[in-house]
């Protein structure tokens, strides 16, 4: 069964950081690009960030280019992203996201080619 599970989330000052973490309860976890998404309140999910299989390749929303870095750790099953000067638009539910498959980039970042989802971990960014 497979499962991915965030944290980090928390309340956290305009211009301040939080590093979330996806552990992945998944095998063969380094065939997937893993990738995040967040919804706010009364929007619909947008993807913020993804990551290919084996860590080189990277790709990000405009809205976060810049500020959030994500990376994984393969040994361990997990995937991060590192967000700085947050933003109160940056106030969301953010889901991790694991897909199977090549590629990467704007064509590969719709939620609806998700293969797993996790649950979610808010973050409240206050001004």
């Known amino acids: 069964q497979v499962q991915l599970v965030e944290s980090g989330g928390g309340l956290v000052q305009a211009g301040g950081s939080l590093r979330l973490s996806c552990a992945a309860s998944?095998?063969?976890?380094?065939?997937?690009?893993m990738n995040w998404f967040r919804q706010a309140p009364g929007r619909e999910r947008e993807f913020v960030a993804q990551?290919?299989?084996?860590?080189?390749?990277?790709y990000y929303a405009d809205s976060v280019k810049g500020r959030f870095t994500i990376s994984r750790d393969n040994a361990k099953n997990t995937v991060y992203l590192q967000m700085n000067s947050l933003k109160p638009e940056d106030t969301a539910l953010y889901y991790c996201?694991?897909?199977?498959?090549?590629?990467?980039?704007?064509?590969?970042?719709?939620?609806?080619?998700?293969?797993?989802w996790g649950k979610g971990t808010l973050v409240t960014v206050s001004s």
């Open positions: 996201a694991a897909r199977s498959g090549p590629g990467y980039g704007s064509a590969y970042s719709a939620p609806g080619g998700m293969d797993y």
């Open positions: 998944i095998r063969f976890f380094s065939i997937y690009a």
């Open positions: 990551i290919s299989p084996s860590g080189p390749n990277t």
